[in-house]
């Protein structure tokens, strides 16, 4: 008989499953769920993306591309860079087209990270950058930020938290789960901490082009950190193609170029049909679709931030992504109790804020990502399990 703990490797075993996945299982189960607890896009990919593919497919282009990506699809993300942030990248060698972001963020831990290397991460955060951290045998060290400071990192929360063992952080503005930006001079008292440092920013970007009110900001744009940041970006939120499986990086050359060796030998290449039909999605073509689905992503977050008030569950208000995070302590129950009996009693999902950290306990995360219909119907629900 296989001993399969003495095989398997510890670093896996050791892993925490998702806290999403578990609620997601869950509601797998209860007929006719209704979910506010994915954080996808509910729109199609807009056609004139969806018509390229088809036209490459007909064309027969289904070959492997070169390992960074098409030279076409990686001068559009070059140019989209400069458009939107005013920062310049070589599509040559700082440009690398990989499957979704999560690859992005997972290959640039990879080529940073040492074993016992610490990787401050602000919580709430994503759910799998402390776990990516530690499949490298790093040290994810978490940087708590809090409701009143309506979830951005301060310098103190980042002074706090560096050490001589530091060597990168994760950034991730707007931020899922609770839909807080970072704003200029925000983003400069960070910056401030880390000059005189060699640390390195990961700067998820995912949701740059959901920004409600001023545009989005990068902290590449700052003085000094460009040479010192990598951004990953995608195309499965800002443009709905979360199954075309498709993101990319930009860093400094020295960098990517490590990045770069590891997506060779782990992936080869990102999908050729879905690199061709992106090429579109950056162009002028897309840009109004792209600001039709914003504003409607704005008035459902108007319409949520209503309800709650409604309910009297407070929340901050979120400048960016499609997420609500409020606080729910006022019902005496713990985040996995109410999500738990909410689904149970009223068959509506969403999210315990503590499966983004253990600061996330007391909150829960609301997804915007579904018609005003859909969360009118969640919404009434939920009034009634309170009620």
């Not at 050359?253 to 290449?269: F, G, N």
């Not at 499966?355 to 009118?376: D, M, N, P, Q, W």
Request: with cysteine; aromatic share 8%; proline share 6%.
């Amino acid at each position: 008989m296989t001993d399969y703990l003495n095989v398997l490797s510890q670093r896996a075993v050791n892993l925490k499953p998702s806290g999403i996945r578990k609620f997601f299982d869950i509601a797998e189960g209860v007929p006719n769920i209704i979910s506010l607890s994915v954080g996808e896009p509910d729109f199609k990919t807009p056609w004139s993306v969806r018509r390229e593919a088809v036209r490459v497919l007909e064309r027969g282009k289904t070959a492997y591309t070169g390992n960074a990506g098409l030279m076409p699809l990686r001068a559009a993300v070059a140019d989209y860079f400069k458009r939107t942030i005013n920062v310049t990248y070589d599509p040559a060698n700082e440009v690398i087209v990989t499957v979704g972001g999560s690859e992005a963020i997972d290959i640039a831990i990879r080529a940073l990270v040492n074993p016992g290397d610490e990787v401050i991460v602000p919580e709430p955060c994503f759910v799998s950058y402390s776990p990516m951290v530690e499949l490298t045998g790093g040290v994810p060290v978490t940087a708590v930020t809090r409701a009143e400071d309506n979830f951005k990192l301060t310098p103190e929360i980042l002074r706090a938290a560096i050490t001589p063992k530091t060597k990168a952080i994760m950034l991730s503005y707007p931020n899922n789960p609770t839909g807080a930006v970072m704003r200029w001079d925000e983003l400069e008292q960070i910056a401030a901490v880390l000059r005189d440092t060699d640390i390195i920013v990961i700067s998820d970007e995912i949701y740059a082009e959901l920004t409600y009110g001023e545009p989005h900001v990068s902290i590449a744009q700052l003085d000094g950190m460009r040479e010192r940041t990598i951004i990953v970006n995608g195309f499965s939120k800002a443009f709905a193609m979360t199954g075309w499986r498709l993101g990319f990086a930009a860093a400094p050359a020295p960098i990517s170029e490590q990045m770069l060796k590891i997506h060779q030998y782990a992936i080869m290449c990102s999908p050729t049909i879905s690199q061709h039909a992106a090429i579109t999605a950056l162009s002028a073509e897309c840009a109004e679709q792209v600001r039709e689905m914003m504003a409607e992503y704005d008035r459902r977050r108007l319409f949520v931030l209503e309800s709650l008030r409604r309910l009297e569950l407070d929340c901050f208000t979120p400048e960016g992504a499609f997420y609500v995070f409020p606080s729910i302590q006022s019902t005496g129950l713990t985040s996995r109790d109410f999500c738990a009996r909410l689904i149970q009693e009223k068959a509506v999902a969403i999210i315990p804020g503590d499966a983004f950290g253990t600061c996330g306990e007391g909150f829960v995360r609301i997804s915007y990502a579904y018609s005003v219909k859909h969360l009118t119907t969640a919404f009434d629900k939920i009034e009634a399990f309170l009620g």
